[in-house]
């Protein structure tokens, strides 16, 4: 009997505890909020719970993705990530009812571009929300700030600043929600909050704001949580000030992601307590100073990111075989020096970038780790000496990139058969081009130009690497190719072919050997004649450039490569007109046949092609009048000069508000001076000088005329009368060159985008004259 007993109570606490029967509420409420949504399946990459297979008939508790109190059964828990929920959840949902819920995850649905239902406030027992990725939009609910019990909150989304924090809402929400631990709400906007009006919870172990637009000064505070382990406030460009002394960082500090935004000053030397640091990215900000040793020495450091930086100094030689460095990228700033030789002690590397700055002297000789290095780039740096033979053997290389060297030396034997990306252009490099090279079955990228490279290759042996998508192989000394037409080759994936400056005199036969080719270099060789047919037949091109041959060629045959976007043929032997055909081409960007023989007119259509950013057609023997036909487009440089145009200046110029470069000089034009160009705001080069412009030049119209004109030539003409003193004074740019006359900034001549044709400055006769980056400031 005893025992009976005894088993009765078993019975009974197993059927009301372990097997609990879910609330008759809750369960009607799921039931309810269930069909006040549908259910569609979206993609998502893992298995989702199936509200579908909810049930009247079963409990609820086993339902999936609900977990019940084992005690009450009261539902505490609904996890429905990527549960294919589409619709709204309105203010008089039954999902608000569940009163005893603690955790709710909705993440990865989509719930319409709906608000955040003002009811979320009252589950007062939260303690975990979670919903991102699910299609919430507009203004949180001021009532989030009731959930004081909340340990982790999600509301990151894909789409920016869909979601939108009131200040009081954020502060209100911070205020109670002491035990947050986990706050992620990358992409929300935060644009209302500035930095210092956070106060966050002590407890935080995990802060994601990521690209939030929060604003001013990075604060200790953020950075010294007592028990923060990750960190992530990239892509903040509001936000500035510099990294403070870092010692009050948590000694679990793990993960520090400062990129994308505007802070400055030296990057402390203070890391030494940071012994759990694994990240550390302050990439694309203005940090300067030297990289401290004691960041270098850290234990767990496995990715250091500071490119686009300002950082100087050497590299400290401190590594050591201890080091767990996977990842370092400084690339873009100006650090100096030579590799430190410790380096070698890198075991675990995978991605060495130190491109772009100003590394000196030679490699070291030997490396005993890098057996798991993919990525080599030291692009744009000072090294020197011969290439060692360990950067062409590393077992794991994917792209070896050291052009803009000064390497010397011959191109060793390549047993990295994993390469797919060679870029040793710009050294000087000697010898004939590796027979190892043609090993390389996976090449992708083969960039061999502007080297003193010697001795003779068959073309068709590049046809050998099947995913070849860049092939440069320009200006590479006394190299020559070999085309034998005979042989069958193909480059099925080849994007871009530079055969410029090889001495080329005729032609390759290329056509549909390469059918998806888009840029195809090959001036400065000796080609003669005609273009041939096939290069017109090919559908794919985009660029092209046969800039000094000896071409003669009908410019009307390149209106069949309708698609191009980049056309230059200048210095060549070019006769005959250009017609309206050439029009055809509608995506010309940028077309330059300056420097050759061409008659007759302009055609009115070509100045009005909507995607035009460049036209020179300077030093032809073009001749008429010029279209008066420039439409509002995007056109930035136009070099007419050198021609024999006449007639009046086109006034519909002034439609190209984007204009930066008019050179109208050495023609025929007769007209009165163009103040309708004064209005132009970014033009910085006006020349008109010798032709037979006449009368006063009058006071500007406007308050600033001309405001980034920099070079203004109007010598040889038959102007009258004195030039009128606003004008030399609203000249806005030319005034600071009066003021930095002592630091001149010729680098915007570098910058420039396009080539501009030089122009010869001439003083003799000139009545006005200016140039940035000389002395010479007016003369008359
Ligand atoms: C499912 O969602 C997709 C994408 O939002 C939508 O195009 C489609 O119409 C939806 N299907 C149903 C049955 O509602
Ligand atoms: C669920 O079943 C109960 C009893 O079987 C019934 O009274 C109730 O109406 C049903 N509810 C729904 C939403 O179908
Ligand atoms: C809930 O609210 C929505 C919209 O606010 C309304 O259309 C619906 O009838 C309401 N449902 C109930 C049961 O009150
Ligand atoms: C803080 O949380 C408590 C408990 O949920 C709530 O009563 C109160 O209104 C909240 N305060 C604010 C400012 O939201
Ligand atoms: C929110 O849910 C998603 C999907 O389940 C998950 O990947 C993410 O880590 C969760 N967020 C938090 C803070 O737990
Ligand atoms: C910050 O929050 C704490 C409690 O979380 C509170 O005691 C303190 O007064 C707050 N400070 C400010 C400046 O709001
Ligand atoms: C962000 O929110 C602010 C108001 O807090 C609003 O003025 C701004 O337009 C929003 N930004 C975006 C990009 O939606
Ligand atoms: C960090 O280390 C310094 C000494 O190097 C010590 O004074 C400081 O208390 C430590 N900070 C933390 C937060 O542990
Ligand atoms: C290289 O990579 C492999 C595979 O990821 C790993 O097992 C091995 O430990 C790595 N070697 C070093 C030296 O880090
Ligand atoms: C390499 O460069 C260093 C420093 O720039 C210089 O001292 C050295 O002579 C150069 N070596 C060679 C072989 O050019
Ligand atoms: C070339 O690439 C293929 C496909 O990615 C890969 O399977 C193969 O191992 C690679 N070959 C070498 C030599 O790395
Ligand atoms: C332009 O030059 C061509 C010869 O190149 C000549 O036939 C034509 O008359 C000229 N037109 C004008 C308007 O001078």
Not at 163 to 190: F, H, P, S
Not at 472 to 492: D, I, K, W
Request: hydrophobic share 40%; proline share 5%; aromatic share 10%.
């Amino acid at each position: 009997m005893g025992m009976g007993w005894l088993f009765s109570v078993f019975l009974l606490f197993r059927f009301s505890f372990s097997h609990s029967w879910c609330h008759p509420h809750d369960k009607l409420a799921l039931l309810h909020f269930k069909a006040s949504l549908t259910i569609n399946v979206t993609y998502c990459d893992r298995v989702y719970p199936t509200i579908e297979t909810w049930e009247n008939e079963t409990d609820c508790c086993s339902w999936s993705g609900v977990t019940c109190h084992p005690i009450s059964s009261h539902v505490t828990a609904l996890d429905l990530t990527c549960g294919g929920l589409q619709g709204k959840i309105n203010a008089n949902s039954t999902l608000f009812t569940l009163s005893h819920m603690q955790s709710l995850n909705l993440a990865f649905n989509d719930f319409s571009n709906s608000q955040i239902p003002s009811p979320i406030g009252e589950f007062g027992s939260l303690t975990h929300l979670n919903l991102s990725f699910s299609n919430f939009k507009g203004e949180i609910p001021p009532q989030i700030s009731h959930l004081s019990k909340l340990q982790s909150l999600d509301l990151s989304i894909d789409d920016w600043f869909q979601l939108r924090w009131e200040e009081g809402t954020w502060k209100r929400m911070l205020q109670n929600a002491t035990d947050l631990r986990v706050l992620d709400l990358t992409r929300n906007n935060l644009s209302s909050t500035s930095m210092r009006s956070l106060n966050l919870s002590s407890s935080l172990i995990t802060l994601r704001l990521r690209e939030t637009r929060l604003k001013g000064k990075l604060s200790d505070d953020i950075l010294c949580l007592p028990n923060l382990q990750h960190l992530y406030l990239s892509g903040n460009f509001d936000l500035h000030g510099q990294l403070q002394d870092l010692s009050c960082a948590s000694a679990s500090l793990n993960v520090l992601e400062i990129s994308y935004c505007e802070l400055d000053g030296p990057i402390p030397d203070c890391f030494s307590n940071l012994t759990h640091l694994t990240l550390f990215d302050l990439s694309d900000n203005y940090f300067n100073g030297s990289i401290p040793p004691s960041l270098l020495i850290l234990p767990r450091l496995n990715s250091l990111l500071l490119h686009y930086n300002l950082v100087s100094g050497k590299i400290p030689n401190v590594f050591h075989k201890s080091n767990r460095f996977e990842e370092l990228d400084l690339h873009f700033n100006n650090i100096e020096g030579e590799l430190p030789s410790t380096f070698s002690n890198l075991q675990h590397l995978i991605y060495l970038d130190i491109s772009y700055n100003k590394l000196e002297g030679p490699l070291p000789n030997k490396i005993s780790g890098f057996s798991n290095l993919t990525g080599l780039l030291l692009t744009d740096n000072l090294l020197n000496g011969t290439i060692p033979s360990w950067c062409f053997a590393l077992p794991s290389l994917v792209s070896l990139d050291l052009s803009g060297n000064q390497f010397t030396g011959g191109m060793p034997a390549i047993s990295s058969y994993s390469l797919q990306s060679l870029v040793l252009d710009g050294n000087k490099l000697q010898g004939n081009i590796s027979e190892s090279v043609f090993n390389l079955v996976n090449l992708t990228h083969l960039q061999l130009s502007s080297n003193n490279f010697s001795g003779s290759v068959n073309f068709s042996l590049f046809s050998k690497f099947q995913n070849l998508e860049i092939l440069r192989l320009s200006n590479s000394g006394q190299l020559s190719l070999n085309f034998e037409s005979s042989v069958n080759y193909s480059f099925s994936r080849l994007l871009e072919l530079d055969l410029s400056s090889m001495g080329l005199t005729e032609f390759p036969k290329l056509s549909r050997k390469i059918p998806v080719l888009e840029t195809l270099l090959l001036s400065n060789n000796k080609l003669n004649g005609k273009v041939p047919n096939w290069l017109h037949e090919m559908d794919s091109l985009l660029e092209v450039s046969l800039a000094r041959n000896f071409l003669t060629t009908p410019v009307d045959q390149f209106s069949r490569n309708y698609q191009l976007k980049y056309l230059d043929v200048s210095f060549n032997l070019l006769t005959g007109g250009i017609s309206s055909s050439i029009c055809n081409a509608s995506f010309l960007q940028d077309l330059d046949l300056s420097n050759n023989k061409l008659t007759g007119t302009i055609p009115q259509c070509l100045v009005s092609l909507p995607f035009l950013l460049v036209l020179s057609l300077d030093s032809n023997r073009l001749n008429g009048t010029l279209p008066n036909t420039f439409a509002k487009n995007i056109l930035s440089s136009l070099q007419l000069n050198d021609n024999l145009f006449e007639g009046p200046l086109p006034e519909s110029l002034s439609n190209c508000m984007q204009l930066e470069v008019l050179n109208l000089g050495n023609n025929q034009l007769e007209d009165t001076f163009p103040h309708w160009l004064q209005t132009l705001p970014n033009l910085v080069v006006l020349v008109l000088r010798d032709n037979k412009l006449h009368g006063h030049i009058y006071i500007l119209r406007t308050e600033s005329g001309f405001p980034s004109l920099n070079i203004f030539d109007i010598s040889s003409n038959n102007f009258i009368g004195p030039i009128p003193e606003d004008y030399i004074q609203s000249f806005e740019s030319m005034k600071n060159v009066v003021q930095d006359e002592v630091v001149p900034k010729p680098q915007l001549y570098m910058e420039w985008p396009y080539r501009i044709s030089p122009i010869t400055v001439t003083t003799k006769g000139a009545i006005l004259l200016f140039k940035k980056n000389s002395n010479k400031i007016c003369e008359h």
